[in-house]
C-alpha cells in the first residue's frame, strides 16, 4: 500500500497495489505537472478530501487538484471501460523513499505514444 497527499494535507490517497514502475509522460499537461504516475483499477485507489477537476481537448481524462494547495494528486478516466477502468495517483506525493524504490519509465505522450526507454 503506498499513501500520499497534497501539500497541505487536505487531499490524500491509498494505493492499494504493487506498482512495477512510475510514468514520467511529456505530454503537454504531464510535462508542467512534473508528475510521476502510478496506475490501478479505481476500485484499488482511494482519494479523500475535496478536489477541482480540469479536463479540456476530447475531455477523456480530468486531472484533480487540492483546492487549498493546488497540487495534483490524480486523474480519473472520464470514458471509463467499466469493471477494468483505471485511474492514476501521483506518486510524487508519496515519501520520498516510496518514490525513490519504483522504476521510472519515460512515456512520449506529446508524438508517439510509445515508451522511450
Do not use: Q
Request: proline share 5%; glycine share 8%; charged share 15%.
Amino acid at each position: 500500500m503506498i499513501k500520499g497527499s497534497c501539500h497541505c494535507g487536505a487531499v490524500g490517497y491509498t494505493f492499494n497495489h504493487v506498482p512495477k514502475r512510475t510514468t514520467s509522460c511529456n505530454c503537454s499537461i504531464c510535462r508542467r505537472l512534473g508528475a510521476l504516475w502510478i496506475y490501478a483499477k479505481v476500485p484499488k485507489i482511494m482519494i479523500t478530501g475535496p478536489t477541482t477537476a480540469y479536463a479540456w481537448g476530447e475531455r477523456s481524462l480530468a486531472f484533480h487538484s487540492c483546492t487549498k494547495c493546488g497540487c495534483t494528486t490524480h486523474w480519473e478516466n472520464l470514458k471509463p471501460d467499466g469493471a477494468d477502468a483505471y485511474m492514476a495517483v501521483n506518486l510524487r506525493l508519496a515519501a520520498p523513499e516510496v518514490v525513490a524504490s519504483i522504476p521510472v519509465r519515460h512515456f512520449d505522450g506529446a508524438d508517439t505514444w510509445t515508451f522511450l526507454d
